[in-house]
């Protein structure tokens, strides 16, 4: 296993589309601090923590390409089958390329936080003048859930880079990518809809007890706020046992895992409650787990001719 | 004739091809799903024209999977050697490359027709008729040259470039220019004056509204009408301003953007949109110019 890893960081150094790749990761970082400097120019509540965990969903298409395009060499070059030749077993040579894809995982992720608190952290700031902006308190254990996520998105790469064997397979592996975030980000919003909505005639303004005017609701000539207004089933909800199902699946996903980490950090749609960051974790151990095992079962019996 | 031959065999391969009917199926899927999505949303929002609104949706979804087949298509010639088979039967490498051309870019007007098929099938009956049928046809139009310019571009690409990293350097390219157009449009929107103000903070007036009070640099309260205006840093001016609108009329990533949002925001505000002929113009002079330096190229490429 030594040398199948000496042999793929030796490659790795020399791999053009490695390089793209943390070229792009410190790209986008930089165009998160020059976002975020924006923003603390106009005076706006800012803090480069809020960007702290948009590497993840990056990753999620970074990660399966690159993982198919530098291991689908060895099917395309015939390298495999040397290998196993020179007396190299299956699950050393697919557990060197998850220990690969995953350091690779890292790699970026250092390159993504590097740049964006290097430079951030001086500029903009942790946003310890706006209480209600994620603070370090929040967002540090949601990085170190965020490790097991990488390495739950490394082994959904290396199970489809290994299985895969077509010179095609790095389009696959975007098109999948692609995919599992749009269906993330539905399943988040479906997750989000709520059993019950408010059942009213019309909305009227109305005065609360502290004489203030706030949104009210009619309902058969009563008026009622938030709080009070009686309520009937969501049409749109979609029950259990669905709902809890479609719960499970998120959390399991790397998709899922790593759209709830993105979406709970940045302003903009609120995620549905995602479970806190160790038992995240927990599930994407789990995945991992489940998509090695997978893997390795498939592999060992793949016929490499 | 013997361009015939090639189209025939190119034909047959693609139709063969597991991966052209999964473009197909997205394409096919993508309509429905617009259907869907149009209907779902009429409920939520007053929607005018709710047909048209979904016509060319399709059109960023064919940027991405166009270049992709075209490339997969082409580079299964290298890949395969049936490339030096169509040379030594006789066939001209002009030949060759335009029967290429031509069959990437047939693969996006069946992809374009079978979307529209599909989303006026299921959506006259869903979202009713074209509010503006002549419109869409005229876009319509403008779509196909806009992917004939892109097809020839991803040709000349897929046809030099013989690693099968082409494939993938191909759809990042069309993300870049998708992406290159928007950071364009966006740059040229920067209005030439900016306010010059502190910060804002958010106030409870006495009748209970929240309401916005900006802050001078000194950290005073300022009225709106008070506060100084200045020139903006991210203005970009002439020339550049000319030379930058220039480059996303051209580049197909830029004529999306221009036919996907009917023009693009000027610096005060008002959208402008730039003419059909010269959208068109540009479409059929960028795939003639790159097709010309294809040939040439491939012209004097060593396929060994």
């Known amino acids: ?305 | 004739m013997a361009v015939i031959n090639l189209l025939s065999a190119n034909f047959f391969s693609m139709i063969r091809s597991k991966r052209f009917w999964l473009g197909t199926f997205i394409m096919a899927a993508g309509g429905v799903y617009m259907v869907l999505d149009i209907n779902r949303m009429k409920d939520m929002a007053e929607f005018d024209g709710l047909l048209d609104s979904g016509v060319f949706q399709y059109a960023i979804l064919l940027f991405l999977i166009l270049p992709a087949l075209g490339s997969l298509f082409i580079n299964t010639d290298y890949n395969d050697g049936t490339i030096r088979n169509k040379l030594t039967v006789g066939r001209t490498r002009t030949q060759v490359y335009l029967s290429n051309l031509i069959t990437v870019y047939a693969a996006g007007v069946f992809y374009t027709l079978v979307y529209e098929a599909v989303y006026l099938l299921v959506g006259f009956p869903v979202l009713g008729s074209l509010r503006h049928p002549q419109a869409a046809l005229s876009k319509l139009l403008m779509m196909l040259l806009l992917f004939l310019a892109l097809s020839a571009l991803f040709t000349l690409l897929a046809t030099l470039i013989t690693n099968r990293s082409v494939l993938l350097i191909c759809v990042f390219m069309a993300f870049g220019l998708i992406l290159g157009a928007q950071i364009i449009n966006a740059k040229l929107e920067a209005p030439e004056m900016i306010e010059d103000y502190g910060g804002v903070t958010y106030i409870t007036t006495e009748d209970g509204n929240m309401t916005v009070q900006y802050m001078d640099k000194n950290g005073n309260p300022i009225d709106p009408e008070d506060i100084p205006r200045v020139p903006n840093p991210r203005y970009v001016a002439e020339p550049m301003r000319t030379v930058l609108r220039k480059v996303n009329d051209i580049q197909p990533g830029g004529q999306l953007a221009e036919l996907l949002e009917d023009g693009h925001l000027e610096p005060d505000g008002f959208k402008t949109a730039t003419p059909y002929w010269q959208l068109a113009l540009y479409a059929a002079g960028l795939a003639a110019a790159v097709t010309a330096g294809g040939l040439i190229f491939f012209r004097r490429k060593d396929l060994k």
């Open chain 1, 1 to 305: 296993m030594t040398n199948l890893l000496s042999a793929h960081f030796a490659r790795l150094w020399r791999s053009a589309w490695f390089w793209v790749g943390s070229v792009a990761m410190a790209w986008i970082a930089w165009r998160s601090v020059e976002g975020a400097r924006t923003l603390a120019n106009y005076g706006e509540p800012v803090s480069i923590l809020s960007y702290a965990l948009n590497f993840v969903l990056v990753l999620l298409i970074a990660l399966p390409v690159f993982a198919a395009v530098f291991l689908n060499a060895d099917y395309y070059y015939g390298v495999i089958r040397n290998k196993l030749t020179v007396g190299q077993r299956r699950g050393a040579v697919y557990l060197s390329d998850l220990i690969l894809v995953a350091s690779v995982g890292l790699i970026y992720t250092g390159v993504y936080l590097g740049v964006l608190l290097g430079f951030g952290l001086p500029q903009v700031g942790a946003g310890e003048r706006f209480p209600l902006l994620p603070g370090w308190g929040e967002v540090a254990p949601k990085l170190a859930a965020s490790l097991a996520v990488i390495l739950a998105i490394g082994a959904m790469s290396v199970l489809l880079a290994r299985l895969m064997t077509h010179r095609a397979v790095p389009l696959a592996a975007l098109g999948l990518a692609l995919a599992l975030i749009f269906a993330a980000r539905t399943a988040d919003q479906m997750l989000l809809t709520p059993a019950e909505v408010p059942s009213y005639d019309e909305i009227v303004p109305i005065m609360d007890e502290s004489g203030r005017t706030v949104k009210g609701y009619r309902k058969d000539g009563v008026d009622y706020t938030l709080e009070d207004c009686p309520t009937e089933p969501n049409p749109e909800y979609m029950g259990e046992p669905l709902h809890a199902a479609l719960a499970f699946a998120q959390n399991f996903s790397p998709a899922g895992q790593a759209y709830q980490l993105y979406s709970d950090t940045v302003s903009g749609p609120v995620s549905a409650l995602p479970p806190p960051p160790g038992v995240l974790a927990g599930f994407a151990l789990g995945f991992t787990a489940a998509a090695t095992g997978l893997g390795l079962a498939v592999f060992q019996r793949k016929d490499l001719k």
